[in-house]
């Protein structure tokens, strides 16, 4: 759900981070946060939650024009994978505008991705939304290990994990570099904005 | 409340967090006051252009104060604009301070205080016997599924004496074990999904008599698992690993046992082990894995009421350090007492090591589920024993 401010004529629309511990979810958003640096409006809240860093920053995105004439101002979260965590992960995911879901390659965290996007579902589903409503995208972060013969999963492989019954756009990344980054937000935003004109019955 | 006010309500609705976020996005400067009814306690947040300058609550502030509130779950607001003018004492953003303060709550740092301004207890017990540790064990492997089944709340699953060697692994919901005993039908632990339903022993010797009672307790969806094929991988393995995983699962009927006798107030280990050397030390450093030829072996927790027997080990059995699996016992959390007659054999650890490394998805699960409920059933016996006391 984004928040109308009528004073500043913005919407403040807001994107989530999610997939298991360590899989770079917060290596995104850093990278984010250097190269748009422009439009990064305030400080990068960096928490430190057990086993993860919870990541947040408010963001003014380019080129994306203006909806029902306010600007659209996006804020950027990483929520922690730990269970414990559930006071921060309800005030993070209630409302959630899109979700990235960012899946490890790493053919050893194969059973982590599934059970972090199962996690992601069952959340939701208590929110009373669905992985199926919610505008989604997929990365499969950490493809640069392959040149290292660092064991990977085939992108094949991990559609069909993670990917069969959703059907969401999908892109190969490397948030250490910054490859595929942009790209993700991007498809990702331009989902949550058409879904949010479709709840306002706005036209283009 | 304070007629001035312009925005107010319940925190049950509307928690701080929400209401903090409200005010910052609107970029209000006022006071933000907090109250719980059936205490005298107040709080004030001071906001400057949406954001936390300072703070008081009782004895606190700044900071701190500000932290503290997040715990009152229960209280109303009120939100009275002004012309604030104070020190900016609190130096972190909004966001900051809302992420810290919840993560600081979840970690239970903060006290949490309800609307009746109680400070929340320990979860309550049980049926005031003790609370019910829950096991989960990893995703399920459906390549052993051959049916699935489904029990409602409350429906019985498997009845302690009767007959049967199915085995489940539960897809949804949660089941009960429970042990029948002479003072009543007693909970030991609780499984969710993952965690499977029915003992090894039943693969390993074709032992049909179930020894514990499984209950729903929520609508339950559950795995039919091809016992036939874990049969066959169970006759495959080495004489000394089947021998190991039979130990295993004696063991876990050794600590079922252990709980039982607890609840019905017998057994006290107390002079025995007063008199004697433990074989090893509870919490002590050593790295090896030995086999009963001959006599007994208890395994003892030093728990805070006194010395808890968690199982009695005989001929064929192992015990000692398993890097590979943690049944919760010997050395880290159990000492180890020998009878006179003990004769042992040493265990080569790195041989049972790599054949369970190289069982099946499932099995392995299985296993390593057996070694949870082996840990988890062990601190149900202490808790017991606790609370009973030394009679």
Redesign the interface.
């Known amino acids: 759900m984004a928040?109308f401010?009528v004073?500043?004529r913005e919407i403040?629309c807001k994107i989530v981070y999610y997939g298991p511990g360590r899989c770079g979810k917060t290596t995104n958003l850093e990278h984010i946060y250097r190269s748009f640096k422009k439009q990064v409006s305030?400080?990068m809240?960096s928490?430190d939650?057990?086993g993860d860093r919870?990541l947040?920053f408010d963001f003014l995105p380019m080129g994306v024009g203006k909806v029902m004439g306010c600007d659209v101002r996006l804020?950027l979260y990483t929520v922690?994978g730990q269970v414990?965590?559930?006071?921060?992960r309800r005030?993070v995911l209630k409302g959630a505008d899109g979700i990235v879901f960012v899946a490890d390659s790493l053919a050893v965290r194969r059973?982590k991705n599934?059970?972090s996007l199962k996690d992601l579902h069952n959340n939701l589903k208590s929110y009373s939304s669905s992985v199926f409503k919610v505008p989604l995208v997929m990365q499969y972060n950490k493809r640069d290990l392959e040149a290292q013969g660092i064991p990977l999963m085939s992108v094949a492989q991990m559609e069909k994990d993670l990917n069969s019954q959703l059907k969401v756009p999908a892109f190969e990344a490397s948030a250490l570099t910054g490859r595929g980054v942009g790209l993700t937000l991007k498809e990702c935003l331009k989902r949550t904005l058409k879904s949010l004109q479709k709840e306002l019955r706005l036209s283009e | 409340m304070a007629s001035d006010a312009v925005f107010s309500g319940n925190l049950n609705f509307l928690a701080l967090?929400d209401v903090l976020q409200l005010l910052g996005?609107?970029?209000s400067s006022g006071i933000l006051r907090l109250r719980i009814p059936h205490r005298s306690e107040t709080g004030q947040i001071y906001l400057v252009r949406g954001n936390p300058a300072d703070a008081s609550t009782g004895a606190l502030s700044g900071t701190e104060a500000l932290y503290a509130m997040f715990g009152w779950l229960g209280g109303a607001f009120e939100f009275i604009p002004e012309d604030v003018r104070c020190e900016n004492v609190i130096q972190k953003?909004r966001?900051?301070i809302?992420?810290?303060a919840?993560?600081m709550?979840?970690?239970g740092i903060i006290e949490i205080v309800d609307a009746d301004g109680k400070t929340q207890a320990e979860p309550a017990d049980v049926d005031g016997l003790h609370s019910i540790p829950l096991i989960k064990g990893?995703?399920v492997d459906y390549w052993y599924i051959v049916d699935e089944e489904s029990f409602e709340k409350g429906q019985k699953i498997v009845e302690q004496g009767k007959h049967g060697n199915w085995i489940w692994v539960v897809l949804e919901g949660i089941i009960e074990v429970r042990k029948e005993t002479a003072r009543g039908s007693l909970p030991i632990i609780r499984v969710g999904s993952g965690s499977f339903v029915g003992s090894l022993a039943s693969v390993i010797t074709g032992r049909n008599v179930r020894s514990a009672t499984t209950v729903a307790v929520e609508d339950t969806q559950l795995g039919v698992l091809d016992s036939q094929r874990l049969s066959n991988e169970f006759a495959r393995l080495t004489p000394e690993f089947k021998a190991f995983l039979a130990s295993l699962d004696r063991r876990l009927r050794q600590v079922t046992d252990k709980v039982v006798s607890a609840y019905e107030k017998e057994g006290h280990i107390e002079e025995f082990v007063s008199h004697q050397e433990p074989l090893i030390q509870q919490g002590s450093a050593m790295d090896k894995a030995f086999a009963i030829t001959r006599g007994e072996v208890f395994v003892v927790r030093q728990a805070e009421a006194g010395a808890v027997l968690l199982a009695d080990l005989y001929k064929k059995d192992f015990f000692g350090k398993l890097p590979f699996l943690d049944v919760g016992h010997e050395p880290a959390a159990a000492a180890i007492y020998g009878s006179r007659d003990l004769e042992t054999r040493p265990v080569d650890v790195s041989v049972l090591e790599s054949e369970f490394n190289r069982l099946s998805p499932t099995f392995h699960n299985f296993i390593e589920n057996l070694a949870a409920c082996i840990t988890a059933t062990s601190s149900v016996a202490c808790g017991l024993r606790d609370k009973h006391g030394r009679a």
């Open positions: 928040v401010n004073r500043n403040e305030g400080q809240v928490i939650t057990e919870t947040f804020q922690p414990k965590y559930s006071s921060t005030l059973e599934m059970l | 967090a996005s609107n970029g953003s966001m900051e809302i992420l810290t919840l993560k709550l979840d970690d990893p995703l």
